[in-house]
């Protein structure tokens, strides 16, 4: 696997973007979301536990990505 | 009145352990069954899907023991990837491990965020006897496909180290990515992600024993997610059957499981297809005219 830490930067700060999404869905009522988030529904009063659980599954894929991306390159001998 | 007799709940329950894990479509079964027996029963009733999360949740736990060894050693191999930050090339379970994160992922997201507007916008009984139909047509389409693609099932190497030699990270989003067709009663999670695994290359056993990986944790998820309802007031008066189907689905999903590791050793999906054709278009023609 060829790792490329350039990536490292941009995954972790995707990562908490959707980490700061999975939080707004999961303390937001469905009315008071931006309404450009999916799930926005004037005079809903429910809250998106699903939307941000799945916001928090894209973060948790973003800083395990950036995590792989570290580290020190194995030997060819290993 | 309880809404879920005994009796039905076995049906239910025996039938629910073996289309989960056949590919022919756990789901719409569970749709168009209750309607040819005639029973008062809907897929979108709170009570019917409280039910449905005791079948799931029985059937993953199935799938987690029978595949236990397979699952310690996985989670050592990613683990021992976290701690090098590193996915060694000849590290099967490590690789194995992140193809099947890598597949559960779309699956879990599409899941979490259609499972609602589809189980609503395709409700109908014929719908579902048309997806199932359809389903047919896909396994017949995976099988003839696959035929294009070179198997490379190796002799003398484990299913495992075949799967993981084979299948690319990409391969595995593509895989789990169309276990999401699932979500539309009458097409199948298992068909899918079989019929995925053959055109990437995978011989039947291999497709079906990633299929089969690759279900534990969404299926087991699933009813995770969902078990509040069962405890909650929505289990109210069916809990007692839930268990009761419960017990039956694990029973059915053993030796489907069984069963279907060794039936692929030698055969294809091509008679699910041929069923899946058949019992559609009979159900669709009869749904119509009823």
Not at chain 2, 78 to 85: Q, Y
Not at chain 2, 101 to 129: K, Y
Not at chain 2, 158 to 172: C, K, N, P, Q, Y
Request: proline content about 4%.
């Amino acid at each position: 696997m060829t790792k490329r830490p350039q990536l490292i930067v941009p995954a972790v700060i995707l990562g908490v973007i959707f980490l700061v999404i999975a939080i707004v869905y999961w303390t937001t009522d469905a009315s008071s979301l931006p309404s450009f988030f999916p799930g926005h529904e004037s005079g809903s009063t429910d809250i998106h536990h699903k939307h941000g659980l799945a916001a928090a599954v894209v973060a948790l894929g973003c800083f395990v990505f950036a995590w792989f991306q570290g580290g020190e390159k194995p030997s060819a001998s290993e | 009145m309880d809404p879920i007799s005994y009796f039905q709940a076995i049906v239910l329950g025996l039938l629910q352990g073996i289309s989960e894990l056949f590919p022919i479509s756990s789901l719409g079964h569970s749709v168009v069954l209750p309607r040819i027996f005639g029973w008062n029963i809907h897929q979108n009733d709170d009570y019917f899907l409280s039910f449905l999360v005791a079948t799931h949740c029985a059937t993953a736990i199935v799938l987690l023991f029978f595949f236990l060894k397979d699952w310690v050693q996985i989670v050592k191999g990613i683990g021992r990837s976290l701690r090098d930050r590193y996915i060694g090339q000849d590290d099967t379970y490590a690789k194995l491990g992140w193809l099947l994160v890598v597949g559960t992922i779309p699956a879990g997201l599409l899941g979490l965020l259609l499972e609602h507007p589809l189980r609503t916008l395709f409700a109908s009984t014929q719908t579902a006897a048309i997806f199932l139909f359809v389903n047919g047509l896909l396994l017949f389409g995976a099988e003839a496909l696959r035929r294009r693609a070179p198997v490379r099932s190796e002799q003398g190497m484990h299913s495992d180290e075949v799967i993981a030699g084979t299948l690319t990270f990409r391969s595995a989003i593509g895989i789990g990515a169309a276990q999401a067709l699932a979500l539309i009663p009458g097409l199948s999670r298992s068909g899918a992600s079989m019929g995925g695994g053959l055109l990437a290359g995978l011989s039947n056993e291999e497709a079906a024993r990633f299929a089969f990986l690759l279900a534990t944790p969404i299926i087991g998820a699933a009813g995770l997610l969902k078990l509040p309802e069962l405890l909650g007031h929505q289990g109210d008066h069916v809990r007692g059957q839930a268990l009761v189907g419960a017990i039956a689905a694990g029973i059915t999903a053993y030796f489907s499981v069984k069963f279907l590791l060794r039936f692929f050793e030698t055969n294809r999906l091509t008679p699910f297809a041929v069923y899946c054709c058949v019992v559609g278009a009979v159900l669709s023609v009869a749904f119509a005219l009823s």
